[in-house]
Nanobody, 121 residues
Framework: QVQFVESGGGLAQPGESLSLSCAAS????????MAWYRQAPGKQRELVAS???????TFEDSVKGRFTISRDNKANTMSMLMNSLKPEDTAVYYC???????????????WGQGTQVTVSS
């Protein structure tokens, strides 16, 4: 009912930049909060950044000032620009959205398939 297409990521050297994009499609009525999570090997998945429909964003402390997040409500897309990357940013990054689909009165959580970001010299 909802499909995500994630793009971006890859390999970067410390200090470089990468961008991630996420596009949601399907029987979508409205998307509430969208967010990026990440999971490094051996660690729990953590919230990196989120953005609501009004564009209000929050960031995990370690990425504040380095990452920016944006979204297009009409296109159901979200992007994140990651600057000044550090080796500790290495993880699989997941797109997440709280979506109300056609025929439903409630919102549900949906996840992308994940995209690898590796920061290494």
């Amino acid at each position: 009912q909802v499909q995500f297409v994630e793009s971006g990521g890859g390999l970067a050297q410390p200090g470089e930049s990468l961008s991630l994009s996420c596009a949601a499609s399907g029987s979508i009525l409205i998307i509430d909060t969208m967010a990026w999570y990440r999971q490094a090997p051996g660690k729990q998945r953590e919230l990196v950044a989120s953005i609501d429909r009004d564009g209000m964003s929050t960031f995990e402390d370690s990425v504040k000032g380095r990452f920016t997040i944006s979204r297009d409500n009409k296109a159901n897309t979200m992007s994140m620009l990651m600057n000044s990357l550090k080796p500790e940013d290495t993880a699989v990054y997941y797109c997440h959205a709280n979506i109300r689909i056609s025929g439903s009165w409630t919102y549900a959580d949906y996840w992308g398939q994940g995209t690898q970001v590796t920061v290494s010299s």
